[in-house]
């Protein structure tokens, strides 16, 4: 099996434990409306998806 050459010292440990998560990942501005939303997943907001509308939503614009 793949194996790690040497152990990881406890600072890297350390650093790589409180880098986790500072950006959530997927996480994208969705370009329609600009609100967060989860890359590659129908936008929530506006119900677009690769610039086409998917789901039916009421948008006030
Ligand atoms: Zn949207």
Redesign the pocket.
Known sequence: MAHPKRKWSKARTARHRSAWKLNMPGLVE?P??H?K?LRRTV?K??G?LDGRQVIKVDEEI
Do not use: P, V
């Open positions: 969705c329609q409306c609100a939303m936008c907001n506006c677009y």
